[in-house]
Nanobody, 127 residues
Framework: QVQLVESGGGLVQAGGSLRLSCAAS????????MGWFRQAPGLEREFVAA????????NYADSVKGRFTISKDNAKNTVYLQMNSLNVVDTAVYYC????????????????????WGQGTQVTVSS
C-alpha cells in the first residue's frame, strides 16, 4: 500500500521560508518521479514542482521558479520542497504525489499522471 505523508506547513510572513517534507512508503522515490501540487480556495489544483526518479532533474512552475527547490533523499524515501521568498499568493494546501509509472518523467506537470496523493499540508503566508 502506497502512503504519502506531508509535513512542514504552517503560517509564515511574506518573505519568509518553509520546508515541506513528503515521506513515502510502499513506493520508492528512487524509482518513481514525484511531484508537488497546490490548491488555493476556489481554484484548481496546480503543478508546483517535480523531481525525476533519477537524480538531479527537476521541473518547476514559472510562478515558483527561482524561489522553490525540490529535492529528495532516496535513503529516507522522502521528497522535500524548500520554499523561499514566500508571498501571499503562495497560500494553499500543498500536496505531494507519486507518478503512476516507474522510470517515467513525461508528462510531469499533469495531475492525472499521478496516482497516489498525500493528505496535504496547509501553507498560509500573511502580508
Amino acid at each position: 500500500q502506497v502512503q504519502l505523508v506531508e509535513s512542514g506547513g504552517g503560517l509564515v510572513q511574506a518573505g519568509g521560508s518553509l520546508r515541506l517534507s513528503c515521506a513515502a512508503s510502499g513506493r520508492a522515490v528512487s524509482t518513481y518521479s514525484m511531484g508537488w501540487f497546490r490548491q488555493a480556495p476556489g481554484l484548481e489544483r496546480e503543478f508546483v514542482a517535480a523531481i525525476k526518479w533519477s537524480e538531479g532533474i527537476a521541473n518547476y512552475a514559472d510562478s515558483v521558479k527561482g524561489r522553490f527547490t525540490i529535492s529528495k533523499d532516496n535513503a529516507k524515501n522522502t521528497v522535500y520542497l524548500q520554499m523561499n521568498s514566500l508571498n501571499v499568493v503562495d497560500t494553499a494546501v500543498y500536496y505531494c504525489a507519486t507518478y503512476r509509472r516507474p522510470y517515467e518523467w513525461v508528462p510531469i506537470r499533469r495531475a492525472t499522471e499521478y496516482d497516489y496523493w498525500g493528505q496535504g499540508t496547509q501553507v498560509t503566508v500573511s502580508s
